[in-house]
């Protein structure tokens, strides 16, 4: 695929983003981490609303009518996104013990995380069965053998790959979406891109990229989904810096 105006936008985002007012960047984060807790937990059945969401993580109160199974999902969806924000800061490459406690911090209070699954599991509604225990431990380990580091000419690909084969294997019992999107997002910082948020309207078109991928080894239209995702992202950020040159 060819990213050369995705890589155009990217360079005069680096190159405009010391421009941009501290309390811009700070009310703009806010707002993106907000919404991609709520889209990533989302996707997978927590009912809490946007706005349930703000009153969670940013008031500290809890919802009535809601399990609490649901309140620390999106708490630990959080805090899982911030120690990413830690790693890539320390400039640390992904690796299995980044992954593990990743999936450690989702399931505080929830499960035990960080352990791979000893049970197979299935997935409703899709083409792909994921591997049984002894051929996952076998794939994940290639998995992390093969892991890609940071590559911006190629950030997109190593992005949604990681993302993809990751939750092909399906290592955990519970939470391989929200890690795989998390993981996803640290392949794009790493790479030296702007996260993003898979918006939990498109949950069809995304489930329906993963399993081209699961079932015909085809990334490209899930590559073609976070470019775009991307490109959003870096127009709302070239907007601002526009704006604030006038």
């Known amino acids: 695929m ?9 360079a005069l985002y680096d190159r405009g983003k010391h421009t941009l007012p501290e309390v811009t960047v700070k009310t703009y984060t806010q707002a993106f981490e907000l919404e991609y807790t709520h889209n990533s937990t989302a996707i997978e059945g927590n009912t809490l609303t946007l706005l349930e969401t703000k009153v969670v993580l940013e008031d500290g109160l809890s919802v009535g009518g809601k399990m609490l199974r649901e309140i620390y999902e999106v708490i630990n969806h959080n805090k899982a996104y911030q120690h990413v924000k830690a790693c890539i800061a ?5 690796n ?11 399931m505080e209070n929830i499960m035990i995380g960080g352990i791979y699954r000893n049970e197979e599991v299935y997935i ?10 002894n051929e996952m431990y076998r794939q994940v380990k290639n998995f992390y053998a093969i892991l890609p580091e940071e590559d911006e000419a190629n ?5 949604a790959w990681t993302h993809a084969e990751f939750v092909r294997i399906n290592p955990f019992v519970d939470g391989n979406g929200r890690v795989s999107r998390l993981i996803m997002n640290y392949q794009l910082m790493a790479g030296g891109f702007v996260p993003v948020s898979i918006p939990k309207e498109s949950r069809l078109d995304y489930f329906t990229a ?19 995702l991307e490109e959003q992202q870096l127009d709302r950020y070239l907007g601002i810096i526009e704006r ?3």
């Open 2 to 10: 060819d990213y050369t105006e995705l890589l155009r936008k990217k």
């Open 90 to 94: 320390r400039g640390l490459p992904l």
């Open 96 to 106: 299995e013990t980044i992954i593990k406690d990743i999936h450690a911090i989702l």
């Open 124 to 133: 409703s509604g899709a083409a792909h069965t994921p591997p049984t225990p």
């Open 155 to 159: 950030a997109i690909e190593i992005a």
């Open 210 to 228: 993963l399993e081209a991928y699961a079932v015909h080894q085809d990334l490209k239209p899930f590559a073609r989904m976070i470019a775009s």
């Open 244 to 246: 604030q040159a006038k």
